[in-house]
């Protein structure tokens, strides 16, 4: 089984062929194709191969799946002794994305 490790969004994240992972949000449409370029490390099983800092002629494949936002979460901002209280709310965007296969040099 093919792992590796791509950056998208500012952070990184070990994929497999096959997963299913939640990243902040991308600007593609829900059943769009993407290509993350940015690979970190590549191992196969036999070998492993370290990027500095990127791997050149490998990348993931992915299918988003969805295009969706977290819960909602509360949260209380107080000032001490002013009587002053702020309540608020957020609700994080995410894209959902399936992992299809990760393409090396030898793959081409």
Same mark, same amino acid.
């Given at each position: 089984?093919?792992?590796?490790?791509?950056?998208? +969004? +500012?952070?990184?994240?070990?994929?497999?062929?096959?997963?299913?992972?939640?990243?902040?949000?991308?600007?593609?449409?829900? @059943?769009?194709?993407?290509?993350?370029?940015?690979?970190?490390?590549?191992?196969? +099983?036999? %070998?492993?191969?370290?990027?500095?800092?990127?791997?050149? @002629?490998?990348?993931?494949?992915?299918?988003?799946?969805?295009?969706?936002?977290?819960? %909602?979460?509360?949260?209380?901002?107080?000032?001490?002794?002013?009587?002053?209280?702020?309540?608020? +709310?957020?609700?994080?965007?995410?894209?959902?994305?399936?992992?299809?296969?990760?393409?090396?040099?030898?793959?081409?």
């Amino acid at each position: 089984m093919k792992t590796a490790v791509i950056k998208a +969004g +500012g952070r990184q994240f070990v994929v497999h062929e096959g997963d299913k992972v939640v990243m902040d949000r991308l600007p593609l449409e829900e @059943g769009a194709k993407t290509v993350f370029s940015e690979v970190l490390l590549l191992d196969d +099983g036999k %070998k492993t191969e370290l990027g500095a800092p990127v791997l050149a @002629g490998v990348s993931v494949e992915a299918t988003v799946i969805k295009q969706a936002r977290h819960k %909602k979460i509360h949260g209380v901002k107080m000032k001490a002794k002013k009587r002053n209280v702020h309540y608020f +709310g957020h609700k994080q965007h995410y894209t959902e994305v399936e992992i299809g296969k990760i393409v090396t040099k030898a793959a081409k």
